[in-house]
């Protein structure tokens, strides 16, 4: 790993490293310059203050920390006594102590001003914040006075001091030269190394009182609040700050370490003290073999003895090189990085935590102190070698990583996750990488590490587009074709890339559903309905909508065919209504063919009936002479009026009171007329006809003849019959009578037809009526039984022609009321409405031929569905032709989008390049932006406009209008099954290109390199 110091441990031993020769005295007071005795006696005086306040400054820190230890004692004493849910009172009162110590207050009151000094500019201003951090560093617990800092500006030379207020007028230079500003840099990083001693003695003291306590140190200790300086002290002073263990030693790695040297280190601090010279120290120096002190640090060290005598720190400071074990010499090596670093990246950031497990139960060593010097020595190994550490960590992730794949693979993980496996496999392992790699926070190790794992292997794949497009490239299949051929082997020809109209077709078929549209075009196919690819699914005729609205070539072609085929929906409803319902017959002319066939099978058997007489009856008299039976007969007789026949030879009667009555009179005589009558008639009929046949006129002219003496003949005995209101013997009347008498009753009956369901909603008095009528028939069928069949023989074709009048009016009904038409039809006669309900079906079908889909209008609601599925029970192709209905409901819409209702996107185009609309919206921005106002608006409208979209894909220019005039003919063949074959060749085509840059890439390669790259990088800095 990269170097990164132990938040918890790092300034937890004294700053070494010093260049040889620079020795450092600590702290080096400036000279003060007394210019009379005045000036002496009140340098004296401030010496004795400050060495009073530094007494009792002394007192102070020994009788705190006397206390601050005796009270960490009797909190550790209580704390053992106290359950596990107290440990956060415990780590709160610890921390309390610990804050109050003076060491950590001397050491957090002058760390800021100490890195405010080291950030000072080289300029006035900067100068005098380094005068006043360099005196709150040498005295955290004073206050700054403006004396002092005049005795740090005078500790310069004459010659310098003058030659930086030259500089600082001529704005070229500040208060200091840059040594000086150096050397009092050196200065204070030497006083806080003092200041650090001090307080690191007291943290690892409660650090270790906090684990005896059960509580993390973390909590009690914090982390170093020198970690965030650290850079900036590296950077100025031009060293690195050494990595220290848990108990703040230094971790040793390379050839040699600086250490201290007490012996050396008292030795020099008794010389200052006693007056010695600089020569005797560095006399003294060169027998120890060590390097010499600074002689002008040396004189200011004394000259801040004799202004404070009461000071009781060292002034001496002096370090020497240690000559390192071998393991700690091989340790310092790159290749001892990189494979320090490989095992890392191959245990996913817990080689720590395996190497202090393995310690701990080796030496007894408690676990988490075995963790934390292994991570110390981790990181210490790193700090050397950065890159090989790097490196390493890099190839051991890589190895991890595939040992991992291929564990998910064989647990089923990866076909599980599918395409998200390796984003998802990325983000586990930058996880569980995290999280061995932060010691302290392993959550947010982990939150950072998976992050870094997907974001990296992401950044990997996208880093293997230009990768994959170079192999891809004509030079470099050059050069792989011509290695073929130099080893005997042949170049396999690539998949050829597919058009722009292509690829953006296809790309859209797959971002839909190519199972679903070929599904479509299958079934269009099948059911015979001209469907388009553009017409399979709205991805697709969105994309058409953008290719007809980019190029007058591609709406011409949209045009042409999408507007006849808009034509055609009318044939192609009657063909669906053909093939599914049955075919659809002239109502007008199966009607009459009904009556016609009705009268023709009736006509013989009401004659012969019409010829028997039915004699009079009580039943019968008591019938006709009802209220009803008495209106029914002056029905009857204007209905015979009505059709020009004699209502007295029929037997129709006054009273005296007017009354219509029957008269049973003179039966015989009228029987006999009215045959002659009806034989009249025909004979002229057949006269007529024969007219148009040569060879049969003389028979018809010898029956007309005959024809006219039978009526002579009847109306002469008719003459010479009784009296009409003479009563005859024997009672009785014509069946034509009292049919006429029926037919009047049916009349008077109709006014309670109901016109929706054609039924008659009979009232009580309307019941009562209907029964006079069915026993006045029950009675003639009965006394003429001939007239019974000749009325069935009627009836039949009738009700015949009945249904298919109630089936022209079904496709208007409600359900409810349409089911209860149909309850109780006959098949016959259900089979005859759905005849008319074709019939009204393709009537409104053909009324809006030419104006909307007739699908749609005729079948495009529910309650149509509901019509369909009552009248047509058990019809198996229902369900055919309303998917043709929803297939051609997609064309109308296809046609509507594509083309529109009111302009042709023809005109649109040619519309566009005369409304000069671009033009228009600059010259809104430009008034917006020079009235002061923002151009929202317009800026809206043309970032979401359908141009926009449709730039976006299709791109500008002409390579987009060749897009377009290529994607027409593709989406809108109305041949579904060449659009269905020319879909599956396309989407073969460009699953072959894609597996051929799939191979070309290395998607996986690059994406774990990323992976690994990401997670290292994470580890490294965040922790």
């Known amino acids: 790993m990269a170097q990164q110091n132990n938040p918890f441990d790092q300034f937890d031993a004294p700053a070494n490293g010093l260049p040889p020769g620079a020795q450092v005295l600590m702290p080096i007071a400036p000279q003060v310059q007394a210019k009379d005795a005045t000036d002496l006696a009140n340098a004296r005086l401030s010496g004795q203050r400050t060495a009073i306040q530094n007494q009792q400054d002394t007192a102070l820190f020994e009788a705190q920390r006397r206390k601050a230890y005796a009270e960490a004692a009797n909190a550790e004493g209580q704390n053992r006594t106290r359950s596990g849910n107290?440990?956060?009172?415990?780590?709160?009162?610890?921390?309390?102590?610990?804050?109050?110590?003076?060491?950590?207050?001397?050491?957090?009151?002058?760390?800021?001003?100490?890195?405010?000094?080291?950030?000072?500019?080289?300029?006035?201003?900067?100068?005098?914040?380094?005068?006043?951090?360099?005196?709150?560093?040498?005295?955290?617990?004073?206050?700054?006075?403006?004396?002092?800092?005049?005795s740090v500006a005078n500790g310069d030379t004459f010659i310098n001091q003058k030659t930086a207020e030259l500089q600082k007028q001529l704005g070229n230079g500040g208060t200091f030269k840059p040594e000086f500003r150096k050397r009092l840099r050196e200065e204070m990083a030497g006083r806080m190394t003092e200041l650090d001693r001090q307080f690191i003695a007291d943290r690892v003291n409660f650090k270790q009182?906090?684990?005896?306590?059960?509580?993390?140190?973390?909590?009690?200790?914090?982390?170093?609040?020198?970690?965030?300086?650290?850079?900036?002290?590296?950077?100025?002073?031009?060293?690195?700050?050494?990595?220290?263990?848990?108990?703040?030693?230094?971790?040793?790695?390379?050839?040699?370490?600086?250490?201290?040297?007490?012996?050396?280190?008292?030795?020099?601090?008794?010389?200052?003290?006693?007056?010695?010279?600089?020569?005797?120290?560095?006399?003294?120096?060169?027998?120890?073999?060590?390097?010499?002190?600074?002689?002008?640090?040396?004189?200011?060290?004394?000259?801040?003895?004799?202004?404070?005598p009461t000071y009781k720190g060292s002034y001496g400071d002096i370090t020497r090189e240690v000559q390192q074990s071998a393991l700690n010499q091989a340790s310092a090596s790159p290749v001892a990085a990189a494979v320090t670093g490989a095992f890392n990246g191959l245990t996913g950031g817990y080689s720590d935590e395996l190497y202090g497990a393995a310690n701990s139960l080796?030496?007894?060593?408690?676990?988490?102190?075995?963790?934390?010097?292994?991570?110390?020595?981790?990181?210490?190994?790193?700090?050397?070698?950065?890159?090989?550490?790097?490196?390493g960590n890099l190839v051991g992730s890589y190895g991890s990583a595939l040992a991992g794949g291929a564990g998910a693979a064989r647990l089923g993980l990866t076909s599980l996750l599918g395409k998200t496996a390796p984003y998802v496999g990325s983000a586990a392992y930058g996880a569980v990488s995290g999280a061995g790699e932060n010691n302290d926070n392993r959550l947010l190790g982990a939150g950072i590490g998976g992050i870094a794992g997907a974001a990296g292997y992401s950044l990997g794949e996208l880093a293997s587009i230009p990768v994959g497009a170079a192999v891809r490239s004509r030079p470099v299949q050059a050069a792989i074709g011509q290695t073929r051929r130099m080893f005997g082997g042949s170049m396999p020809t690539?998949?050829?890339?597919?058009?722009?109209?292509?690829?953006?077709?296809?790309?859209?078929?797959?971002?839909?559903?190519?199972?679903?549209?070929?599904?479509?075009?299958?079934?269009?196919?099948?059911?015979?309905?001209?469907?388009?690819?553009?017409?399979?699914?709205?991805?697709?005729?969105?994309?058409?909508?953008?290719?007809?609205?980019?190029?007058?070539?591609?709406?011409?072609?949209?045009?042409?065919?999408?507007?006849?085929?808009?034509?055609?929906?009318?044939?192609?409803?009657?063909?669906?209504?053909?093939?599914d319902l049955g075919p659809a017959v002239n109502i007008p002319r199966m009607s009459d063919d009904l009556t016609r066939q009705a009268r023709a099978a009736a006509t013989p058997l009401y004659d012969r009936a019409y010829q028997q007489p039915i004699p009079s009856t009580p039943e019968l008299e008591s019938l006709l002479n009802t209220p009803f039976g008495r209106e029914g007969i002056a029905k009857a007789r204007t209905i015979a009026a009505n059709e020009r026949r004699s209502p007295t030879e029929l037997g129709f009667a006054q009273d005296a009171n007017g009354n219509v009555v029957l008269n049973p009179q003179p039966?015989?005589?009228?029987?006999?007329?009215?045959?002659?009558?009806?034989?009249?008639?025909?004979?002229?009929?057949?006269?007529?006809?024969?007219?148009?046949?040569?060879?049969?006129?003389?028979?018809?002219?010898?029956?007309?003849?005959?024809?006219?003496?039978?009526?002579?003949?009847?109306?002469?005995?008719?003459?010479?019959?009784?009296?009409?209101?003479?009563?005859?013997?024997?009672?009785?009347?014509?069946?034509?009578?009292?049919?006429?008498?029926?037919?009047?009753?049916?009349?008077?009956?109709?006014?309670?037809?109901?016109?929706?369901?054609?039924r008659l909603d009979l009232s009580e008095a309307g019941r009562a009526q209907n029964g006079v009528k069915n026993q006045l028939l029950g009675e003639?069928?009965?006394?003429?039984?001939?007239?019974?069949?000749?009325?069935?023989?009627?009836?039949?074709?009738?009700?015949?022609?009945?249904a298919l009048m109630r089936g022209q009016d079904a496709y208007n009904l409600a359900p409810d009321v349409l089911e209860q038409q149909i309850a109780g039809q006959t098949p016959e006669h259900l089979a005859q409405m759905q005849l008319g309900y074709r019939d009204s079906l393709m009537g409104a079908a053909n009324k809006v031929r030419y104006s909307s889909n007739p699908f749609e209008a005729t079948l495009g609601t529910p309650v149509a569905e509901q019509r369909l599925g009552l009248l047509h029970p058990g019809n198996e192709n229902i369900p055919r032709l309303l998917r043709t209905r929803d297939m051609?409901?997609?064309?109308?819409?296809?046609?509507?989008?594509?083309?529109?209702?009111?302009?042709?996107?023809?005109?649109?185009?040619?519309?566009?390049?005369?409304?000069?609309?671009?033009?228009?919206?600059?010259?809104?921005?430009?008034?917006?932006?020079?009235?002061?106002?923002?151009?929202?608006?317009?800026?809206?409208?043309?970032?979401?406009?359908?141009?926009?979209?449709?730039?976006?894909?299709?791109?500008?220019?002409?390579?987009?209008?060749?897009?377009?005039?290529?994607?027409?003919?593709m989406l809108l063949n109305p041949d579904p099954a060449a659009g269905q074959i020319a879909l599956n060749d396309l989407l073969t085509r460009a699953n072959q290109y894609q597996e051929y840059v799939a191979a070309t890439r290395p998607t996986r390669s690059l994406g774990m390199f990323g992976r690994g790259l990401a997670t290292a990088g994470a580890a490294q800095y965040g922790r």
């Open 86 to 150: 107290m440990a956060f009172d415990r780590a709160g009162k610890l921390r309390n102590d610990y804050l109050s110590l003076p060491s950590v207050k001397s050491y957090t009151q002058a760390l800021p001003v100490y890195a405010a000094g080291l950030r000072s500019k080289p300029d006035a201003a900067g100068d005098l914040n380094l005068i006043y951090a360099y005196a709150k560093v040498m005295d955290p617990n004073s206050v700054v006075r403006e004396g002092e800092q005049a």
């Open 209 to 308: 009182n906090a684990q005896r306590n059960g509580v993390n140190p973390l909590d009690v200790v914090g982390e170093h609040p020198g970690v965030r300086f650290q850079p900036l002290e590296e950077q100025v002073l031009g060293r690195k700050a050494p990595v220290l263990d848990f108990a703040g030693n230094v971790v040793a790695t390379g050839a040699t370490r600086t250490e201290r040297d007490p012996k050396a280190s008292k030795l020099v601090d008794s010389l200052i003290r006693s007056g010695g010279s600089v020569d005797q120290a560095n006399a003294a120096l060169s027998a120890m073999g060590l390097a010499p002190v600074n002689a002008q640090q040396f004189t200011a060290a004394q000259a801040h003895y004799r202004a404070n």
């Open 362 to 391: 080796l030496t007894g060593k408690p676990l988490t102190q075995a963790i934390r010097e292994a991570d110390a020595s981790k990181q210490a190994i790193a700090s050397n070698s950065p890159k090989s550490s790097f490196v």
């Open 494 to 579: 690539p998949p050829s890339a597919l058009t722009p109209a292509e690829a953006a077709y296809a790309n859209a078929a797959a971002k839909a559903d190519p199972a679903a549209i070929t599904q479509r075009l299958s079934d269009a196919a099948e059911l015979g309905v001209p469907m388009s690819p553009a017409d399979a699914h709205p991805e697709l005729r969105e994309l058409a909508g953008a290719a007809v609205r980019r190029s007058p070539t591609a709406s011409a072609y949209a045009e042409n065919t999408l507007i006849p085929r808009s034509r055609g929906q009318i044939d192609r409803f009657g063909q669906a209504v053909n093939r």
């Open 667 to 758: 039966n015989d005589a009228v029987a006999q007329h009215l045959f002659a009558r009806q034989e009249l008639d025909a004979a002229q009929e057949a006269y007529r006809a024969a007219k148009s046949q040569p060879g049969s006129m003389d028979a018809a002219r010898t029956r007309l003849e005959q024809a006219r003496q039978g009526v002579r003949q009847a109306e002469a005995l008719l003459a010479r019959a009784p009296d009409p209101s003479v009563a005859a013997s024997v009672p009785t009347y014509t069946t034509q009578t009292l049919d006429y008498a029926k037919r009047g009753m049916d009349d008077v009956l109709e006014q309670y037809r109901n016109p929706i369901t054609n």
């Open 780 to 802: 003639m069928d009965r006394l003429n039984p001939v007239y019974g069949q000749a009325r069935q023989t009627y009836q039949g074709p009738v009700a015949s022609r009945d």
């Open 888 to 969: 051609e409901r997609d064309l109308a819409q296809s046609t509507s989008a594509i083309l529109g209702n009111s302009k042709t996107a023809q005109r649109q185009i040619a519309d566009k390049a005369f409304d000069g609309e671009g033009l228009g919206q600059l010259v809104d921005v430009g008034v917006n932006l020079a009235t002061g106002q923002v151009p929202t608006g317009v800026l809206i409208k043309g970032l979401t406009g359908q141009s926009v979209k449709d730039a976006y894909k299709f791109g500008v220019g002409k390579r987009a209008i060749a897009k377009a005039d290529d994607l027409a003919p």
